[in-house]
């Protein structure tokens, strides 16, 4: 509605000042202003998107007559981590991406919700979709060296999920790397499951963490950066996913 404003007042002036210089047309200011509005109005008409629950901005549809499209409504989910059955491990992964560097992350807890390894790697250049891939990859090769046999991988990414039964959807650079690793999974009892970014805070700030740092980092002992949230999910308290229904 502003820029639709904005360019019909140009458009308005450029087009008075025209019939002033070459026409000799008085503007009528008035007539302009209709003009502008009537433009407007149909611009605001043309569009499917939402309004915000701002006065002024619905004080200004108001004034332009354009039909008020009220926000959709918003959903509210708890998310909760969950430890693994008895005598499984779960390891939370996740991968984060910027313009000139990736990480991927992840993070081993029995069944008592005990650390048993938290690990990061700074990738160089890659997608987050890649970065998300070589975490589930790390976590694989790391379980298959400690000989754990009851495994349960929890990204959050639902396109890794779909990639364990779609092997179209891997990238040809990893591609070997990732069939090396489901050869391994064959050998051990294996589930892959899905979570929210919010139920996965711990794999997510263990990768955003090495982001400006270089090489592979392996934690034994739970790093101070991961406390909070480790406590958080380990009393079982939950997360809240908010979202447009």
Not at 5 to 31: A, E
Not at 40 to 49: E, I, W
Not at 105 to 132: P, T, W
Request: charge should be positive; proline fraction near 4%; glycine fraction near 4%.
């Amino acid at each position: 509605m502003i820029q639709a404003t904005i360019v019909n007042i140009f458009t308005s002036i450029w087009f008075s000042r025209n019939q002033s210089r070459f026409q000799d047309i008085k503007p009528n200011w008035k007539l302009a202003i209709n003009n502008i509005i009537s433009t407007v109005h149909l611009s605001g008409n043309n569009t499917s998107k939402v309004s915000n629950s701002s006065i002024r901005d619905l004080i200004t549809l108001k004034k332009f007559d354009v039909p008020i499209h009220p926000p959709k409504p918003i959903s509210i989910k708890e998310v909760f981590w969950s430890p693994p059955y008895f005598d499984w491990i779960k390891c939370n992964t996740d991968g984060a991406a910027t313009l000139t560097s990736s990480t991927c992350g992840g993070i081993f807890r029995d069944s008592n919700s005990n650390l048993l390894v938290c690990f990061a790697e700074n990738l160089g250049g890659g997608s987050a979709y890649l970065a998300e891939l070589s975490a589930v990859m790390k976590a694989t090769e790391y379980a298959s060296q400690r000989n754990w046999k009851n495994l349960c991988i929890e990204p959050e990414s639902s396109l890794v999920v779909m990639a364990f039964n779609n092997e179209s959807m891997m990238p040809c650079c990893i591609r070997n790397r990732w069939l090396n690793c489901k050869q391994l999974l064959y050998h051990m009892n294996f589930v892959v499951t899905h979570i929210y970014r919010k139920g996965n805070r711990c794999a997510d700030k263990s990768a955003s963490i090495v982001l400006d740092s270089n090489g592979v980092n392996f934690w034994l002992v739970l790093p101070g950066f991961l406390r909070e949230l480790f406590v958080h999910d380990r009393l079982g308290l939950p997360n809240f996913r908010v979202s447009n229904t």
